[in-house]
């Protein structure tokens, strides 16, 4: 059957291909919480594009923005030149996302894509300070590119790329080991102390939880401490919210639920709204000392991406209504798995905030791997996460019915069970 015809991937395309080895098959269409093969199988989308699908496949009324867009020429490409779609996007994000938090960051559109962001916020901290090292932690994932790579506590996603662009310093992150104080003991005494070799840092990046890392959550306690280290110190903080912004935590940030506000934001993946690429670097307006062209790209602001944005941000972000549902959703995940922890006692843990849900295979990573399996083979699409890929994780639409929800956790929960048993 030539609709099934795989070949031509693995002719053609490079090796660096990844999901498509796990779910090797292809897909057609996709609505909400449900992608269908060319064959007319259907799947349940845990998966959620690695974070960018918050509000599902194909949501009608951005299809519907979109589509009116394109019919009567609305511009697409345009660099940064004004546009409507912009101006309509920066007002809609101005009314409905930062003035009801007390926001006052300058907004920037760094490139298409999450890295672009995480690049810029380095460039623009090493510009503004003077200053060059960069604090980072551990199991931290900041994207491809070199400098963001450079600042991902990963040392196997590196390993291939050489020598590190950006100076970097992994500290270690909530739950390494040790609590709270005596993390930020040893970072202060490493920060003030000649004696410990480290460089002044321009900035810390960090993600309030680690997605890739294997989602783990930092306590509000943790932050907040490392928010007052910063300050003390007149560090930047910049929050590496690609993945875990726009509701997939509850709140829009995920800074938010510890009340504070970091210097500089990085947002992608969801902020397009329709699965289109769109980044966007925020930061305090006292840090705006770019020069005009100075952080460039040709791809920067994609008007289609900014129409299906807009539609996002005043569908969804008008109330708090995904917000609790996305906070409901999360505790009935946790309520659902946790039988599993107390039945396989010490081999699994139960991770996440919101609808950013991780199971951790405690003592074997691989099993994860055939938990992951197990759901392909019964229609369910999850990843795996973590240093050992040993953390399957949800990142499911945060707009999937009850319904879809209630699927999702049989599927799992039978995988999770069976490979354990
Ligand atoms: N930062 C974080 C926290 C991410 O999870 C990712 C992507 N997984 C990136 C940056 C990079 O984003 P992109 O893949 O769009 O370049």
């Known amino acids: 059957d030539a609709n099934l015809d795989t070949s031509i991937f693995s002719d053609r395309e490079s090796e660096v291909r990844s999901y498509s080895r796990n779910w090797p098959v292809v897909f057609d269409t996709a609505k909400g919480a449900k992608l269908t093969t060319v064959d007319g199988d259907d799947y349940l989308d845990f998966f959620g594009g690695a974070g960018a699908l918050n509000y599902g496949h194909n949501d009608d009324d951005m299809k519907a923005a979109l589509l009116e867009y394109v019919q009567r020429d609305g511009v697409t490409h345009s660099?940064?030149?004004?546009?409507?779609?912009?101006?309509?996007?920066?007002?809609?994000?101005?009314?409905?996302?930062?003035?009801?938090?007390?926001?006052?960051y300058k907004v920037m559109f760094p490139g298409p894509t999450g890295t672009n962001a995480v690049e810029s916020a380095l460039k623009l901290a090493r510009k503004v300070t003077g200053r060059e090292a960069i604090i980072n932690f551990t199991n931290s994932f900041h994207g491809m590119t070199l400098g963001s790579l450079s600042v991902t506590g990963n040392s196997m996603k590196r390993a291939g790329a050489g020598i590190p662009l950006v100076h970097a310093t992994p500290m270690p992150y909530d739950n390494y080991f040790g609590g709270v104080t005596e993390d930020f003991q040893w970072m202060e005494r490493v920060l003030v102390d000649s004696g410990s070799g480290m460089n002044r840092p321009a900035a810390v990046i960090v993600e309030c939880v680690q997605g890739e890392g294997g989602i783990n959550a930092a306590r509000a306690e943790w932050l907040q401490a490392l928010d007052a280290l910063c300050k003390r110190h007149e560090i930047l903080l910049i929050i590496?919210?690609?993945?875990?912004?726009?509701?997939?935590?509850?709140?829009?940030?995920?800074?938010?639920?510890?009340?504070i506000t970091p210097d500089i934001v990085t947002?992608?993946?969801?902020?397009?709204?329709?699965?289109?690429p769109l980044a966007l670097t925020l930061f305090r307006r006292d840090l705006d000392e770019w020069t005009p062209g100075e952080h460039n790209g040709t791809f920067r602001g994609n008007n289609m991406a900014f129409v299906t944005a807009e539609v996002a941000l005043r569908k969804y972000w008008s109330d708090d209504e995904l917000q609790n549902r996305t906070l409901e959703n999360g505790r009935i995940l946790r309520e659902r798995f946790s039988p599993l922890v107390y039945k396989h006692q010490g081999k699994l843990e139960l991770r996440g905030r919101g609808m950013a849900f991780g199971i951790a295979f405690l003592e074997n990573p691989e099993l994860a791997q055939q938990v992951m399996a197990r759901c392909f083979d019964h229609k369910m699409l999850v990843e795996t996460a973590g240093p050992s890929d040993e953390v399957v994780k949800f990142l499911a639409p945060l707009t999937l019915t009850d319904d879809e929800r209630d699927r999702g956790i049989e599927i799992c929960y039978e995988a999770v069970d069976n490979v354990l048993s």
């Open 240 to 259: 590496d919210d690609v993945q875990m912004g726009c509701g997939r935590t509850g709140e829009f940030f995920s800074f938010e639920f510890a009340g």
């Open 267 to 276: 947002l992608s993946k969801s902020i397009g709204g329709y699965g289109l």
């Open 79 to 104: 660099l940064d030149k004004y546009t409507v779609a912009k101006r309509a996007f920066l007002e809609t994000f101005t009314s409905n996302i930062l003035e009801p938090r007390g926001l006052d």
